[in-house]
Nanobody
Framework: QVQLVESGGGLVQAGGSLRLSCAAS????????IAWYRQAPGKQREMVAL???????NYADSVRDRFTISRDNAKNTVYLQMNSLKPEETAVYLC?????????WGQGTQVTVSS
């Protein structure tokens, strides 16, 4: 499995912004899908955004137009720019890489949005 390490979480006020990073141990060029998920206590894990090896993106309806997922293949890193954050988006944010044979998760980074 690809090793993934998330970073960039922290404490922000409502309306603030954060940029999360997901750094992979190896090339991400051929991984079909890399996605950001979030999981809050007592809530089901939710897919926030994904990006394919071809650069196509998809977003949860709740974050579309506020969040942007991007890829830097040279740095083996996927980013999630989060703008206009809301308190209900407080969660652990996790990075996931999937292909036919593997399903890799990072350890997560905590995002806390205060009201």
């Amino acid at each position: 499995q690809v090793q993934l390490v998330e970073s960039g979480g922290g404490l922000v006020q409502a309306g603030g912004s954060l940029r999360l990073s997901c750094a992979a141990s190896g090339s991400i060029f051929r991984i079909p899908t890399i996605a950001w998920y979030r999981q809050a206590p007592g809530k089901q894990r939710e897919m926030v955004a994904l990006i394919t090896s071809g650069g196509s993106t998809n977003y949860a309806d709740s974050v579309r137009d506020r969040f942007t997922i991007s890829r830097d293949n040279a740095k083996n890193t996927v980013y999630l720019q989060m703008n206009s954050l809301k308190p209900e988006e407080t969660a652990v944010y996790l990075c996931n890489a999937k292909d036919i044979l593997t399903n890799s998760w990072g350890q997560g980074t905590q995002v806390t949005v205060s009201s």
